[in-house]
């Protein structure tokens, strides 16, 4: 009799230590899972809309932008509105999408989006990134206004830096 009491104790003790375990075993595969996740540009260009629409516009400059970006001589974060006024209207510029078009070759990407504005114009924003401490980072952006949705892009296009 005790040594079937001493076996259940033994269950329960192994039992009980499983239940421990496991969650820390799911933390484990799933943290692995999301490192190794390769996150689209569209991905990337959705959080900054997010964080622009959420006015954390230190996130914006620390985690979503390239150094080349970051380098202007920005007294603080609340100024971003007026050091980059078209990244910060960014977010508001497209309501509705239609397409979306990337490419990525190594540290380098383009992102570009077809849809319309609150007047209900078509445009296009065309988007180049940059791959910083191994996170897709915005490095450029070009906006086009289109005469009429027949102008929409079919793929990706890089925009063309203005000097």
């Known amino acids: 009799m005790k040594i ?34 390769n996150d689209t540009l569209f991905d990337t260009y959705s959080l900054y809309a997010d964080k622009v629409q959420e006015r954390d516009y230190q996130y914006v400059l620390e985690e979503l932008l390239t150094r080349s ?26 309501v509705n999408y239609e397409k979306h078009f990337e490419m990525r070759d190594g540290n380098f990407g ?25 996170r897709w980072k915005l490095d450029y952006v070009a906006v086009d206004y289109l005469d009429s949705p027949a ?7 890089c925009p063309k830096r203005r000097s």
């Open 69 to 94: 970006m970051r380098s202007r001589d920005l007294k603080s974060s609340s100024d971003f509105p007026d050091y980059f006024p078209i990244l910060s209207d960014l977010p508001n510029i497209l």
């Open 151 to 157: 102008d929409f892009k079919n793929s990706v296009v």
């Open 110 to 134: 383009c992102l570009t989006l077809n849809g319309f504005d609150r007047f209900d114009r078509p445009a296009v924003i065309k988007m180049e990134f940059g791959k910083e401490q191994e």
């Open 4 to 37: 079937v009491k001493w076996s259940q104790k033994g269950y329960g003790i192994c039992f009980t230590a499983s239940f421990k375990i496991i969650p820390l075993l799911l933390l484990l595969v799933a943290g692995c899972a999301s490192h190794n996740r």
